[in-house]
């Protein structure tokens, strides 16, 4: 099986060493396709973005932002199956539906970095076939863990998974100020170690991840309600919290109970 992926960057470098197939990477940047096809060694390869060569499998992995016209560009390529590793996922899926009709069809969205591979990948399957059975099970073979799923759920799950997580860790670093040596709590320590990991990222990535999702607004209306509240409403907005991640706990263990949508 031989894969062209569009997109060399850190997503398509690490897809293109998770799968049994291959590859050849195509970019914008001629260098970073060159750097990926380097890092993935064997026979990996690149090629023109403007070719017209076609592949068993075309894999998107460019910023959810430009996936629907690289999707356009590109679907002719692939003979078989297109996916796409954007991290949305109506919108690419729609636009496979529309340029590829007669292939098998996925959207992959691999919740880690690249560095903390394996993990889980979210998986929506619109149209199934050997192909896609075949570059999946080579996933769960580098030890990742599949979590199918459908757009709709996916897409509403990084509204607050993504947007409003990261807002909210972006906001504590804007607002906090730098505290005295022995004065951290471990909550703050927390924080602290969580905006470390989101401020090392790249900052387009987080850009997109705000444009593309909803979320953001929830972190600031809630701030401004504690901001705004006495000590009376403070103590109901405390307990609304806890009630709220007590239901969302229950739901996860009646899921894990009932199988959920893992593999």
């Known amino acids: 099986m031989d894969v062209l992926i569009v997109g060399a960057g850190a997503i398509g470098t690490w897809f293109g060493r998770a799968v049994d197939a291959t590859v050849a990477f195509a970019d914008v940047d001629a260098d970073a396709a060159a750097t990926a096809a380097d890092t993935v060694g064997a026979d990996a390869d690149v090629t023109d973005l403007e070719g017209t060569d076609s592949y068993d499998v ?3 992995a460019v910023p959810m932002t430009h996936v629907v016209d690289a999707i356009a ?3 002719d390529r692939a003979e078989r199956a297109i996916v796409d590793l954007s991290g949305v996922m109506d919108p690419p ?4 539906a529309t340029h590829a009709p007669t292939l098998e069809r ?5 919740l880690f970095a690249p560095e903390r591979a394996p993990g889980s990948i979210a998986v929506v399957r619109d149209e199934s076939g050997p192909v896609l059975d075949a570059l999946l099970e080579s996933l769960t073979a580098r030890g990742n863990t599949l979590v199918e799923t459908t757009a709709t759920e996916h897409d509403g799950a990084m509204e607050t998974v993504q947007a409003a997580t990261h807002a909210a860790v972006l906001s504590f670093a804007l607002a906090a100020d730098s505290v005295p040596d022995g004065f951290e709590t471990p909550i703050y320590e927390e924080l602290r170690s969580l905006t470390e990991q989101v401020t090392e990222g790249t900052p387009r990535v987080y850009a997109d991840i705000q444009q593309t999702f909803e979320g953001a607004d929830a972190v600031a209306d809630a701030a401004a309600r504690i901001a705004d509240a006495d000590s009376d409403a403070l103590e109901s907005l405390y307990r609304e919290a806890a009630q709220q991640w007590q239901r969302d706990d229950c739901a996860d263990a009646d899921r894990s109970t009932n199988g959920g949508t893992t593999q």
Do not use: F, Q
């Not at 899926?93 to 496979?96: F, K, N, Q, V």
């Open 58 to 60: 075309v894999c998107l």
């Open 73 to 75: 560009d590109h679907a």
């Open 93 to 96: 899926l729609e636009a496979m």
């Open 106 to 110: 996925a959207s992959l969205h691999p």
